[in-house]
């Protein structure tokens, strides 16, 4: 009974933790040059733990409208990055977790986050081989999708030298991603005057304490804990007990620029864009899966208030409420979309992710989209659709909270349609780059 209790809290606790989806995909006539889809896969930023009958999904559902019995089903592999971490730490842990090696996460910026620059060494990466000749496609659920373009942003930097080049990235697809910010993180505790600091005895608050209290104990926990604090010494071989008791006071790492909470607030999702973090790559196939739970209150109003339909679901419900009617006016600084006339998708939400945070990085003057229904990836006449690489094709789910999609499998015909689908779509794209 006590290992059962673990073992969900572990999946509660850590649902946003990376797992892979790797790819045995299938060759449609002779190989027209050095790019072998046969090496193909697909990485899935979700559970660690993969509840029962989680393989299914990519035996039967994955591998849906390939048009061909293959011996070499797409396949799964779970990797684990930080689930509190950066965006930074989280993409450096996710190419080492990979490629193998000592994860580095950069001299200045180790400096600059008062950490260690290495991290833990894996002499054996997950997909060693890993090239511009045997490119991979990923697949991120909420925190997951900035995690990729993260990465994609690294790899364009140079931050893992030469060998590494964005071809790496055959396609990204994102689920439910707070890719330029959200308010949750606000309601949770961020201070919307004065971020990264945290209110006081708020839930964020009290995250961050657990934090460092299971980082404390890191050694002796099951690895489904695993928070990747290596390279900031704070388990008991490391610190002394009066320095945790410190940390619980004012926490160095929560309530710092480099930590999840302060990466999905509006001000960083505002620097990273003026960076030039998330431009689009010629070469990528992009698309993204926005989840909605919420209508407009009455005619005439922007703001939103949930379906009756998903008050199953009552923690998303009440959340996605107090998303709604959010005002961001409150924020400083100001977000750089802020305006008089704000549409709608600033308030309609999935219960943690207002919808316009969902579709993709940048706003949409700003690069390369297509806005679907999510009905429109159901035709079977996949000429309907033209798929390019460079382009984020954005469908909308109705209905649909921050988790019925992913990463909490249940078997639903929402689900079994969402695998279904997005194996094919992989199947397409694969037929679609130009040098495959």
Not at 96 to 109: F, K, N, P
Not at 194 to 216: D, E, Q, T
Not at 222 to 243: E, I, K, Q, W
Not at 255 to 271: G, I, W
Request: charged share 20%; hydrophobic share 35%; net charge positive.
């Amino acid at each position: 009974m006590a290992r059962s209790m673990l073992k969900r809290l572990a999946a509660n606790l850590l649902y946003r933790l990376p797992f892979l989806w790797k790819n045995g995909a299938f060759q449609r006539g002779p190989r027209r040059s050095r790019c072998s889809l046969s090496h193909l896969s697909l990485f899935k930023v979700s559970l660690a733990v993969a509840p029962p009958g989680y393989g299914e999904i990519s035996k039967h559902y994955l591998n849906l409208g390939t048009g061909t019995k293959s011996p070499k089903p797409r396949r799964t592999i779970f990797v684990s990055v930080g689930p509190v971490s950066s965006l930074h730490d989280r993409a450096c842990e996710l190419y080492y977790a990979l490629r193998g090696g000592t994860v580095d996460y950069g001299t200045e910026h180790s400096e600059i986050h008062n950490h260690s620059r290495y991290g833990r060494g894996i002499p054996q990466g997950q997909y060693p081989h890993w090239s511009p000749d045997k490119p991979l496609h990923f697949l991120g659920h909420s925190i997951g999708g900035p995690t990729i373009i993260k990465l994609q942003s690294l790899i364009k930097q140079g931050h893992f030298g030469p060998g590494a080049q964005t071809r790496m990235i055959f396609s990204i697809n994102a689920v439910s991603s707070p890719f330029r910010g959200t308010p949750a993180v606000y309601l949770l505790g961020e201070r919307a005057d004065a971020a990264p600091a945290v209110r006081p005895l708020s839930f964020g608050s009290m995250v961050g304490k657990g934090v460092h209290i299971l980082s404390f104990i890191s050694p002796l926990l099951p690895r489904a804990l695993d928070l990747h604090g290596d390279c900031r010494s704070l388990t008991y071989r490391d610190v002394s007990f009066l320095s945790l008791l410190k940390q619980l006071w004012k926490s160095d790492w929560a309530e710092s620029r480099d930590a999840t909470p302060f990466d999905v607030t509006f001000q960083a999702a505002d620097e990273r864009e003026t960076n030039g973090e998330g431009n689009l790559d010629p070469n990528t196939f992009y698309q993204s899966h926005v989840a909605r739970m919420t209508r407009a209150r009455s005619e005439g109003l922007k703001t939103h208030i949930p379906s009756m339909y998903n008050i199953a679901s009552l923690l998303m419900y009440l959340s996605a409420r107090r998303l709604g009617r959010f005002d961001y006016s409150i924020l400083s600084p100001p977000p750089s979309f802020l305006h008089p006339d704000l549409g709608e998708e600033y308030w309609a939400n999935d219960g943690v992710v207002p919808i316009f945070s969902q579709w993709h990085p940048l706003p949409c003057r700003h690069t390369r989209c297509n806005h679907l229904k999510f009905s429109s990836q159901l035709d079977d006449d996949s000429n309907k659709l033209t798929l390019e690489p460079g382009v984020w094709y954005v469908n909308e789910e109705e209905n649909a909270t921050h988790l019925s999609l992913i990463p909490l499998w249940t078997g639903t015909e929402r689900q079994q349609r969402f695998w279904r689908k997005l194996g094919e779509w992989l199947t397409t794209v694969e037929g679609k780059r130009k040098d495959c």
